[in-house]
């Protein structure tokens, strides 16, 4: 039976980021991955001159890690930076799109009424909640900022990073940040003022500094986890699906099953990327609490729609990162990104990309609906909105029936489950996108730090 020192499980963006973090100090993991391809859920496709992501569109860039990552993997010079228009956003509201491109824009926009945009400014005065439990990110914004700041403008907001829902969110879980500044300043603006004035403080001192700016590569973003395996493909097993884990001296045997074979291995420490419903069914005979709660993690269905028109279709400027649909639009996707004003190789010229994500916590019956029927339903609302005249040139659908874990009420009961678990097994560690952060710039940096770890 072959023996590995580190085994990493899962080929995803956090897997391979993982196993490319490694390996440049000088380790080299061996990766199983039950698909025939890395990424995950990443996938990006030319088609009709188009090129289409499918899953995530495109990262900020956070930290540090990411530029270590892909210089490592030397794709670099594929790095593409937004085009300036695109940091303008909209927002939809009563059969039209309100831009917001900066604080200013939330005084003078005509999405929020004038009674509202005056509980804005109230919030510093609102007494912070003395409560340490749990609360949901609905109530949270309820709380401080009002029932139409919530309707308009956060739940619009959350559809697009998590597909989720505020009611459902756990504010601790899902924007820590926001709910620390309340607690410590008893304000989220006056909190916001602090983190910026200790921040510059920080970059003074040397602290990595951020660009914060929006990023993609040519090829879409499924280009990083292919430009990682270029260099680790003796390590890389695909067609490879984990049946079992079975602790054994200090160690672990790993059953997996692969081309219709069942193969073992033993593993001097693990790193597991899998998904969470996938990885609670291996961890039963492990840790059987921690199981249940993985099993709790939810993922709604998403579904991608990849629009491709001639520019002479559209009536509306192309000037904008996309806009965001509120729940209470009552429309069949929850936003649309203007995929080819933000970078411009994505559509032929005189041509026009768009990305509309369908589905969500919002919209949990679209596993159970006519999906043809719903795309026709979305495409004809979209084109209504941007003012677009026929059908589209190319068109093209796929549907995640588990998309982007959930970081709901109940996971921090979860957590403590798994800071448990990590201290009890420091050559297990469990990590993935339902850990510290859904995009693909937390991926990589947790990737980083768990590398680090077990080095």
């Not at 917001?100 to 939330?106: I, T």
């Not at 602290?207 to 990083?224: A, C, D, E, H, V």
């Not at 279709?313 to 192309?318: A, N, P, S, T, V």
């Not at 019956?365 to 005249?389: G, P």
């Amino acid at each position: 039976m072959d023996s590995y020192e580190i085994v990493i499980l899962g080929a995803g963006i956090s897997g391979m980021s993982t196993a490319a973090f490694l390996q440049s100090k000088g380790k080299k993991p061996l990766i199983l991955e039950k698909r025939d391809k890395v990424g995950g859920v990443l996938s990006s496709k030319e088609i009709d001159g188009y090129t289409f992501d499918f899953a995530a569109n495109s990262t900020v860039e956070k930290y540090e890690s990411f530029f270590k990552l892909i210089q490592w993997a030397g794709i670099e010079k594929d790095l593409l930076i937004a085009n300036r228009n695109a940091s303008k956003k909209y927002l939809y509201r009563d059969h039209q799109i309100h831009a917001l491109d900066g604080p200013l824009s939330y005084i003078f926009t005509k999405l929020l009424s004038f009674r509202t945009k005056l509980r804005v400014l109230k919030e510093p005065f609102i007494a912070a909640r003395q409560s340490g439990e749990d609360e949901s990110m609905a109530d949270f914004v309820k709380r401080r900022f009002g029932q139409e700041f919530l309707d308009y403008t956060l739940n619009p907001l959350v559809a697009g990073v998590y597909a989720g829902d505020p009611k459902d969110l756990s504010m601790q879980a899902a924007y820590p940040n926001m709910a620390e500044m309340e607690t410590k300043h008893g304000s989220v603006i006056m909190g916001s003022y602090h983190t910026l004035k200790e921040n510059k403080k920080a970059y003074k001192k040397g602290k990595y500094r951020p660009s914060r700016n929006i990023m993609s590569f040519k090829r879409g973003l499924n280009q990083i986890p292919r430009g990682i395996a270029k260099k680790i493909s003796p390590q890389l097993f695909l067609k490879s699906e984990v049946l079992e884990i079975i602790p054994i001296d200090g160690k672990y045997q790993i059953k997996y099953m692969k081309e219709g074979k069942e193969f073992s291995l033993i593993a001097e420490k693990i790193i597991s990327t899998l998904p969470a419903y996938v990885l609670s069914s291996l961890m039963k005979d492990i840790d059987k609490n921690l199981s249940t709660e993985l099993s709790k993690i939810y993922y709604p269905p998403v579904g991608t729609l990849n629009l491709g028109f001639h520019k002479e279709q559209i009536g509306k400027d192309l000037d904008s990162f996309g806009f965001l649909v509120p729940e209470k639009g009552n429309l069949n996707f929850l936003g649309a990104l203007w995929s080819s004003t933000i970078f411009d190789n994505r559509a032929p010229k005189d041509h026009a990309s768009f990305t509309l994500y369908l589905g969500g916590s919002r919209n949990r019956e679209i596993l159970q609906s006519d999906l043809k029927k719903w795309v026709s339903i979305a495409t004809k609302q979209f084109s209504e909105i941007m003012e677009i005249e026929g059908e589209p040139k190319t068109k093209c659908f796929k549907l995640y029936e588990k998309a982007i874990p959930q970081y709901n009420l109940g996971y921090m009961n979860f957590k403590k489950y798994l800071d448990r678990f990590h201290e009890t097994n420091n050559n297990f560690i469990i990590s993935g996108n339902f850990i510290g952060g859904n995009s693909i710039s937390d991926c990589i940096n947790n990737a980083e730090i768990n590398a680090n770890k077990m080095i």
